[in-house]
T-cell receptor
Framework: DAKTTQPNSMESNEEEPVHLPCNHSTISGTDYIHWYRQLPSQGPEYVIHGLTSNVNNRMASLAIAEDRKSSTLILHRATLRDAAVYYCILSAGNNRKLIWGLGTSLAVNP | NAGVMQNPRHLVRRRGQEARLRCSPMKGHSHVYWYRQLPEEGLKFMVYLQKENIIDESGMPKERFSAEFPKEGPSILRIQQVVRGDSAAYFC?????????????FGPGTRLTVT
């Protein structure tokens, strides 16, 4: 299973954009890039996923490098409710299972 | 549309007892995944089931752990003769299709404490 590398922690101010990086240099052609987040004492929550093209949804944007060896999750205006651990995960085709790292713990300052 | 439901939310068992964790997937979802999370760690995949079938149990300990997803009713994760090391949060997730292009929706988890 291909691995991802994320910073342990990041900090942001409320209402400012946040860019959460993820390196996945061993990604294969069939790997999807998934982002989930987990608020304290809750189950993980799906954020966004993509394969090659950049993706946008109501929660965030996902920018994927042209060589796909890295990606960035963008929260356009951070709120206090966005404070969570953000996980970048690769999942290939019919592999289905998600392999989780330690993620990035995001703190949002008021 | 109810989300993924898990019960109980908290479960306390003495060493040697059995723990039964239940998961009801989202309506229309027939793919269920179980994960375990130890404190301060990421989730660890345990098992992936489709209705009446175990598809991938590569993350399940070989002994004491079993999972099922019957034709009717919730998915069950069973831990026999629990030990203190089984104390963890257990999450289940469901998806519409069994392909990594589909997102997984997670339940609130069951926090198992073994005394």
């Amino acid at each position: 299973d291909a691995k991802t590398t994320q910073p342990n922690s990041m900090e942001s101010n409320e209402e400012e954009p946040v860019h959460l990086p993820c390196n996945h240099s061993t990604i294969s052609g069939t790997d999807y890039i998934h982002w989930y987040r987990q608020l304290p004492s809750q189950g993980p929550e799906y954020v966004i996923h993509g394969l090659t093209s950049n993706v946008n949804n109501r929660m965030a944007s996902l920018a994927i490098a042209e060589d796909r060896k890295s990606s960035t999750l963008i929260l356009h205006r951070a709120t206090l409710r966005d404070a969570a651990v953000y996980y970048c995960i690769l999942s290939a085709g019919n592999n289905r299972k998600l392999i989780w790292g330690l993620g990035t713990s995001l703190a949002v300052n008021p | 549309n109810a989300g993924v439901m898990q019960n109980p939310r908290h479960l306390v068992r003495r060493r040697g007892q059995e723990a039964r964790l239940r998961c009801s997937p989202m309506k229309g979802h027939s793919h269920v995944y179980w994960y375990r999370q130890l404190p301060e760690e990421g989730l660890k995949f345990m098992v992936y089931l489709q209705k009446e079938n175990i598809i991938d149990e590569s993350g399940m300990p070989k002994e004491r752990f079993s999972a099922e997803f019957p034709k009717e009713g919730p998915s069950i994760l069973r831990i026999q003769q629990v030990v203190r090391g089984d104390s963890a949060a257990y999450f289940c997730a469901s998806s519409l299709r069994g392909h990594s292009s589909y997102e997984q929706y997670f339940g609130p988890g069951t926090r198992l404490t073994v005394t």
